[in-house]
């Protein structure tokens, strides 16, 4: 779904909300139903942090990958390629 289709839906949930929505009991409601929904999805984004490296668990990483030296041409990767699909 592209950004200008989200938002159209997002506008005509609120035209909804807007025209349907004639008492306090069922304002009361919605707002509950949006505050459950979104405690539900913050629970399972914030289940699994992206990263869960320290600064210095970081620092260590990258000086390891400057270390290791595997450069390959362009070249080097096509011919590898090549190598690989003839043996099969």
Do not use: W
Not at 23 to 42: C, N, P, T, V, W
Not at 55 to 72: A, I, K, P, T, V
């Amino acid at each position: 779904m592209t950004t200008i289709e989200l938002e159209a839906r997002k506008a005509l949930l609120v035209k909804e909300i807007l025209t349907e929505i004639n008492s306090e009991e069922m304002l009361d409601k919605l707002a509950g139903y949006l505050k459950r929904i979104k405690k539900q999805s913050f629970k399972t984004t914030a289940a699994a942090p992206p990263c869960q490296y320290t600064r210095s668990e970081m620092q260590s990483l990258l000086l390891e990958r400057e270390n290791d030296s595997h450069f390959y041409t362009q070249d080097q990767v096509r011919e590898e390629m090549k190598n690989f699909i003839a043996s099969l």
